[in-house]
């Protein structure tokens, strides 16, 4: 009887409802994760009939604790950190925000690392020894280390200016901005630069239709069924702002179904430089954030604290750029 065919990373990954690149990680010895999650993945990988690496425990760890290992960007910042820090001889322990902040703090505190990244999280508190250098990547937490507030953030605003120029650039009078969901419209750097950019040009901004997404849709669908709705109900607008790719892509598919022609009678614009504004049938204009740049800077930062040496800048804003496609 031949033998079965092996699962694949991303077969397993699916099953364990984790990302391939966090599978393939453990199954390489790249990055530390939380013994919960790295036990989870070991043990299937085993069964399976995998060989996996094991990881040296003597090289100093930094620890990088993220809310969602299927977002793309922080899965390419911590791809490029792990890369910067293996040339230092450096480990990167992974810590998933998935569990209660108690339990995730005490395995902070027993791994001991030399310094600590919040990636992403809006971890409310973090109570460590002082002595542990500690930066704010793309994070809303209000941890500090020595009472003062590390941070690496894309500058969000200008790319929300850069996205109305190009509207206004090619003519555009009645947009729609699709906000991602669980950014408030007041707290929305995207869009705040999108409206002063609009009225700095001498439009008005009232005549901008805002949507802040549906609580318990995707972003797709929630973008897809906003567009549809509003061509439906006979509503004009002649360009597309979506605070995300996959909204961008959402608000696409559903101007494609309406029959309305892009970039002809409406225009379609997104934001992160997601491998969906590439690789979809129609790559899409979007504003593009750097996570190597992202992962240079926080390094840099986080060695400069571990070292003791002066850090310039408390907060870094990382440079985003245009990533042109055929919806614009």
């Not at 013994?35 to 043990?43: G, I, L, M, N, S």
């Not at 700095?200 to 005549?207: I, L, P, Q, V, Y």
């Not at 608000?251 to 409406?266: I, Q």
Request: overall charge negative; glycine content about 6%.
């Amino acid at each position: 009887m031949a033998a079965s065919k092996k699962k694949s990373f991303r077969e397993i990954a699916r099953e364990l409802h984790l990302s391939p690149a966090t599978v393939s990680r453990i199954a390489s010895g790249i990055g530390h994760f939380s013994p919960e999650t790295t036990k989870q993945v070991t043990d299937a990988l085993k069964e399976e009939g995998y060989i996996l690496e094991e990881p040296s425990a003597s090289l100093p760890v930094i620890a990088a604790v993220v809310t969602d290992l299927a977002n793309e960007l922080y899965n390419n910042i911590l791809t490029c950190l792990t890369r910067y820090l293996s040339r230092k001889g450096i480990l990167l322990q992974i810590y998933l925000e998935n569990q209660s902040q108690e339990t995730l703090l005490a395995q902070l505190i027993s791994e001991k690392p030399e310094g600590i990244i919040l990636l992403g999280t809006p971890l409310s508190r973090l109570v460590l020894d002082s002595s542990v250098p500690l930066i704010h990547v793309l994070s809303g937490s209000q941890a500090s280390y020595h009472g003062k507030r590390y941070a690496i953030f894309s500058d969000e605003y200008v790319g929300g200016r850069l996205a109305a120029r190009q509207f206004i650039e090619n003519g555009c009078f009645l947009p729609v901005i699709l906000n991602n969901r669980h950014t408030s419209q007041g707290d929305s750097l995207r869009i705040k630069g999108f409206l002063d950019e609009w009225a700095g040009a001498g439009k008005n901004t009232e005549d901008i239709y805002i949507h802040d997404g549906e609580p318990f849709k995707s972003a797709f669908f929630s973008a897809h069924d906003i567009i549809a709705y509003l061509k439906a109900k006979g509503q004009s607008f002649d360009a597309v702002f979506a605070c995300s790719d996959w909204r961008a892509y959402g608000a696409l598919v559903a101007l494609r179904e309406m029959n309305c022609l892009v970039p002809e009678e409406v225009k379609v614009i997104g934001f992160d430089g997601e491998r969906v504004s590439r690789y979809c049938e129609k790559p899409f204009t979007t504003i593009q954030q750097n996570p190597d740049m992202i992962a240079t800077a926080a390094m840099e930062m986080l060695l400069a604290l571990i070292h003791q040496t002066p850090v310039k800048d408390e907060l870094q804003l990382i440079p985003v750029q245009v990533q042109r496609g055929m919806s614009v």
